[in-house]
């Protein structure tokens, strides 16, 4: 398999995060109205996924660009004894633990190395000013006048369903509602890695599938405007050295394969899926929940032979009963990390 970086420009706000098993879907929707984009057609590709994915995708992270591409990628979950220096004084050790709760991200240069305790960790206010620095001074002046002080942004948008009888809303059903919907700083870049199987596919066809997917909106409220994005670069990236490595950073939500695993350390992240495009309206849309480890979950083999392929994890099926053949993507695309023993009475 070859590992690529894909640029993506958000042209509106988001409705559904832009997470790895989601953007998988959209693709097969592409691929389902275009068959030339994967040999063999879908079906065939999908019948073979669960022992041979033909692609598979994290979640998109913040990308700033400097002299060199560096990317945002959230803090790994694991326990702060690994990422912080032990202190003798129990009182500036809980401080220094309380303070670096709060660094939620890490910057990760393009060779998409991972030192644990030498990467620089930030908060979202830090993450700001640092996305800040390259920022035109045209945007920099709008953005101070709006006093706009986070990186990304949660916003209410109102809705509402009128009543054909009455004309107006009412209760119920037609009771006004919010949802929210996710807004990124200006001139933010965002980039997700993709794993393609080359008989299969190639960068070209996948970069086809998602410029289709931008122009028609990603996720929820797609036809109100929302999930609309550009695509910029697709950049070859060798596959990171194991050699050194003793555990795994996960980049996008997973469902790591049984007892392959002597540790697991990850946030859990519920699935509830439901299916879009025609199926979104006929039957029972909603898929079977799957209980996933969210992206930055860190996974240390009980065997070497798990660094073998460049992914975790295993295909989810049976989670549909509109279309029995449906395929999650329980694959993540990972990073190699190298852990050292921990203190357990440290923790």
Known sequence: MKLYAITLKPASGFGTALKGDTLFGHFCWQAAYDSSLIEGGLKNQIALYPEKPFAVFSSAFPKMKKDTATYVLKRPEIPFSFMLPPKEDKAADMRQRKDFKKKKWMLVSGDLHIDIKAINYFSDHELLKEAQTVLTEETKRQMKKTGHSEFMNSCSQSHNTINRLTQTTGTGMF????????????????????????????????????ERIGN??????????????????????????????????????????????????????????????????????????????????????????????????????????????TVVQGYAPYLPLKLEVRDETSL
């Not at 996710?182 to 070209?204: C, H, R």
């Not at 996960?250 to 859990?268: I, M, W």
């Open 175 to 210: 009771a006004p509602y919010e949802k929210k919907n996710l807004y990124y700083y200006p001139e933010t870049e965002l980039v997700f890695f993709v794993l393609i199987e080359e008989s299969a596919t190639d960068i070209e066809r996948i970069a086809l599938g998602l």
């Open 216 to 325: 028609w909106g990603f996720g929820k409220d797609a036809s109100t405007g929302l999930g609309r994005f550009d695509l910029g670069e697709r950049d070859e990236l060798p596959i990171p050295s194991c050699d050194d490595s003793n555990a795994i950073y996960a980049l996008s939500p997973c469902v790591p394969e049984k007892n392959a695993f002597s540790e697991a350390f990850f946030t859990p992240f519920v699935r509830f899926g439901k299916h879009g495009d025609r199926l979104a309206t006929f039957g029972n849309p909603f898929k079977n929940p799957v209980i996933m480890a969210d992206e930055g979950a860190v996974f240390i083999p009980k065997d070497k032979a798990q660094f073998n392929k460049p992914y975790i994890g295993q295909a989810i099926t049976h989670v549909s009963k509109a279309m029995p053949e």
